[in-house]
């Protein structure tokens, strides 16, 4: 059964640095997202991707944040500099139309 | 964010029985909601979803049950299974246009199931 990837399981990092997190979404899929899930908190929206630009992004997604499909197989969200409030678990996304499929997550840790 | 609430963060469910998890939404613009199930160091995995159209769908054991007036959602499993204990999330969606858009979830319950 197709699903989505993500790499790194975890990743830790010193604040200010930039991070590169990688999802391989379901191949026929059109539609990207990002989510992420602060311990203890609600899963959150970030950013939805579509024809190779953002179609949506909430507020958490500022400027030290970017999406790309560098290729045709991988999605790509970047964090600039990050801050101790950034350690999540990082969900990538996909769909064809409706349902949303997600990967593994990246556990991120800022220290 | 309060637009999606699950207000029991536990449920304990003897085998055989059913489970009841239960959803409620603020936002009446929402038409499409859906279950995933969650286990420890995993994405959300999807269960069943349901369009604002319908009061009701059905998936094998799971069953969700729709409420439009009073905004509530229910997802029933039965019977339930020991494999069934997993943290159990409600998520919405405003469906712009042909697609969903974001998804916004409920804090989730966590479905213990004993035998």
């Known amino acids: 059964e197709p699903e989505v990837t993500q790499t790194p399981s975890h990743q830790v990092t010193q604040m200010g640095q930039e991070v590169i997190l990688r999802c391989v979404p379901i191949s026929n899929h059109l539609y990207f997202y990002w989510y992420r899930q602060i311990l203890g908190q609600k899963v959150e929206f970030l950013v939805s991707f579509y024809n190779n630009e953002i179609s949506e992004k909430s507020e958490i997604f500022d400027d030290q944040f970017s999406v790309e499909r560098p290729d045709g197989s991988n999605f790509t969200l970047k964090i600039r500099s990050t801050k101790l409030e950034d350690s999540a678990m990082y969900f990538c996304?996909?769909?064809?139309?409706?349902?949303?499929?997600f990967g593994p997550g990246t556990r991120l840790t800022v220290l | 964010d309060q637009q999606v609430k699950q207000n029991s963060p536990s449920l304990s469910v003897q085998e055989g029985r059913i489970s009841i998890l239960n959803c409620d939404y603020t936002n009446s613009m929402f038409d499409y909601f859906l279950w995933y199930k969650k286990y420890p160091a995993e994405g959300p995995t999807f269960l069943i979803s349901?369009?604002?159209?319908?009061d009701k769908n059905e998936d094998g054991r799971f069953t969700v049950f729709l409420n439009k007036s009073a905004k509530h959602l229910s997802l029933h499993i039965v019977p339930s299974q020991p494999g069934d204990s997993a943290v159990y999330f409600c998520?919405?969606?405003?469906?712009?246009?042909?697609?969903?858009?974001?998804?916004?979830f409920g804090r989730g319950t966590q479905l213990t199931v004993w035998p």
């Open positions: 996304a996909s769909s064809m139309v409706t349902e949303q499929f």
């Open positions: 998520a919405a969606s405003l469906g712009r246009g042909s697609t969903l858009g974001r998804l916004y």
């Open positions: 349901i369009s604002s159209i319908k």
